[in-house]
């Protein structure tokens, strides 16, 4: 079964985009710095862009539903494996051994994708992947 990292397709976010057509740097340096981010970027297909929309708006949907335990160390992660069906519903979730959070977090984190049901799904159809891994890391 093939399985989605977000933590990968997030990456995507961070590369450089280039000035719209709309928009009209201030400056003629700026006009040379968007000219060269936007020739100087990596192989991105539209499909790339959508895929890292999906898996931002898939984080954003269990994190706003997602309560921090006050005993839940800041700076740990802990990795969930998301089991849906085409239309978000979950189907199964479970943090991974290796997680850092105490039972309570995980117990926490897998309610909140629960509670996130259903995940983002209508626009995101091409890149739709019934499997996720999802590592999240607790505040500071």
Known sequence: MKMTSVLVILAVLALPQPASANTVPAQPEEADAAHRAAT???????ADVLRARYAAATRDAIIA???I??????GARC???????????V???QADEACQFDAAG???L???VLRAQPLPYRGFEPVFDRA???EFTAPR
């Open 65 to 67: 539903q997602w309560s």
């Open 91 to 93: 189907v199964s979730v």
């Open 110 to 112: 897998e309610r909140a």
């Open 132 to 134: 996720l891994n999802i």
């Open 106 to 108: 995980r117990a926490g």
């Open 40 to 46: 100087d970027l990596p192989d991105v297909t539209g």
């Open 69 to 74: 335990t006050p005993s839940m160390p800041s």
């Open 79 to 89: 990795r969930v494996a998301i089991r849906q069906l085409p239309g978000g519903a």
